[in-house]
């Protein structure tokens, strides 16, 4: 049996940056971080100061490409083995984290990570979400480092858009009902089914702190609530993964959000607010109550999570459309999680239904 829980440490505080190079000494002397342009252009003045105080040499700071693709590690391996960093920093959300994830696999290279922003659980787990370079979902990839340390600084966290935070609920969430549907198909053991109880605890979790939080780091504050959701959704979401393992892998609310991925229009939609969508689609794939998807909508409303594909500007599909989405979704590797087979045509009629549902509540 191999299991990696999660990351070798993590730490949640305010100005928590301005202490990374106490953190970076423990694994080398010379740092080289890689992230997304905004989150580098927040964090470099503090990192910088940082290293330069701990006597630490600053390899220098390189953006990670835009999307979590191998071309795009292969390109940031050159730099690695150019530069000679001891260490390297991950900065950003989930997909700049992956991909520096896959980096220091490959380069066998000690690694920190700090989001700055709280929309996955990635900075908390030993995979990457791996997608073309156009941004299309291809695989899970295991060639992924789960990092050594995780620093969530609460300021810059704070400080970013808050519907970053509302994705991450959303991703948050589907642990539990994906992970409840995907232990069916295994033995129960003491890993797995404390990962399923782990899941439904931070569900519950998210339903009484969600919409608080939301209304707090609206403000550009942060509080216990705000705290625990960042905590639920970094490090205790990964760790459901981390335990669970292959047992309690994402479903069909992922495959859901894997297929959406083929169409353009809905990348400007985040990752945690697709997979949400996709848990209502799932829950009409179980055959769910509507009574159930309808109260499931009323929590997203109040935390502003879509609902409908319309909210993920998808106004109008083909029939040719519908038929590839389907095709596309069942060929995903997280729908072999559902407890039971699944066809192109039982994808699409939940997708539309999960729409229609959504649609009614609108527009009652």
Not at 13 to 27: D, K, M, N, P
Not at 269 to 283: C, D, N, P, R
């Amino acid at each position: 049996m191999l299991t990696v829980p999660g990351p070798g440490k993590y730490v949640r505080e305010e100005g928590l940056l301005h202490e990374i190079g106490s953190y970076t000494r423990a694994f080398g002397n010379g740092a080289l971080m890689i992230g997304g342009k905004t989150a580098l252009s927040v964090a470099e003045p503090a990192i910088s100061a940082s290293l330069q105080k701990e006597g630490l040499e600053n390899k220098g700071f390189i953006w990670y490409g835009g999307e979590c693709s191998w071309s795009k590690v292969e390109e940031l391996r050159a730099v690695v083995q150019e530069r000679k960093p001891e260490v390297l920093v991950a900065v950003g959300g989930g997909k700049a984290i992956d991909t520096v994830k896959a980096v220091a696999f490959a380069e066998n290279l000690p690694l920190i990570a700090v989001p700055t922003i709280a929309a996955t659980c990635a900075p908390a787990t030993s995979i990457a979400i791996m997608y073309d370079d156009e941004g299309t979902f291809i695989e899970i990839s295991h060639r992924s480092k789960a990092p050594n340390v995780v620093l969530a600084d609460t300021k810059i966290i704070s400080a970013a858009p808050y519907r970053f935070l509302v994705a991450g609920i959303g991703d948050t969430l589907a642990k539990w009902f994906e992970s409840s549907a995907s232990v069916r198909k295994s033995q129960p053991t003491a890993l797995n089914q404390s990962a399923v109880r782990l899941a439904e605890g931070l569900y519950q979790l998210l339903l009484e702190k969600g919409p608080a939080a939301i209304e707090t780091i609206k403000q550009g504050k942060v509080d216990q609530a705000v705290n625990d959701v960042i905590d639920s959704i970094i490090l205790i979401s990964g760790s459901v993964s981390g335990y669970g393992g292959d047992d309690c892998r994402t479903a069909a609310a992922h495959a859901i959000y894997s297929g959406l991925t083929i169409f353009p229009e809905v990348h400007d939609t985040y990752h945690g607010e697709i997979v949400a969508f996709g848990i209502l689609s799932q829950l009409v794939l179980e055959g769910k109550s509507e009574e159930t998807i309808r109260e499931l909508i009323a929590y997203y409303q109040k935390v502003e999570l879509p609902y409908t594909l319309e909210h993920m500007a998808i106004k109008e599909l083909t029939p040719e459309q519908w038929d590839r989405l389907g095709v596309v979704t069942v060929g995903i590797e997280d729908m072999a999680n559902m407890p039971f087979a699944v066809t192109p045509e039982m994808v699409v009629n939940a997708i539309q239904g999960a729409d229609r549902i959504g649609k009614e509540v609108k527009q009652s």
